[in-house]
């Protein structure tokens, strides 16, 4: 099975925009459930110590979202390459 890289990539952009944009959601109206949540995921680091107190600017927030998407694009489409290029190998 190939995988046609632009199809990836574009998958892999959508599903980072959409999880983007529950992620600033959620920063916004649960920030203490959202710090919970990403403590969950780093062990051992107190990421308490780097939260700010000031909410997150519309500008900030799409940019995070425009540089997300397009790294999410970025990892779709060299992945794709890197599976299609190894599976190639196998034969």
Same mark, same amino acid.
């Given at each position: 099975m190939k995988h046609d890289p632009m199809a990836t990539a574009n998958a892999m952009a959508a599903t980072v925009a959409f999880i983007a944009v529950v992620c600033a959601v959620a920063i916004?109206? !649960?920030?203490? *459930?959202? *710090?919970? /949540? !990403?403590?969950?995921?780093?062990?051992? /680091?107190d *990421?308490?110590?780097v939260r700010t107190t000031v909410s997150p600017s519309m500008g900030s927030l799409l940019y995070g979202w425009i540089t997300a998407t397009i790294g999410g694009w970025l990892v779709g489409y060299v992945f794709a390459s890197a599976y299609n290029w190894f599976a190639g190998k196998k034969k």
């Open positions: 916004i109206v !649960a920030p203490d *459930l959202s *710090l919970g /949540i !990403a403590q969950s995921w780093f062990h051992g /680091i *990421l308490s110590k």
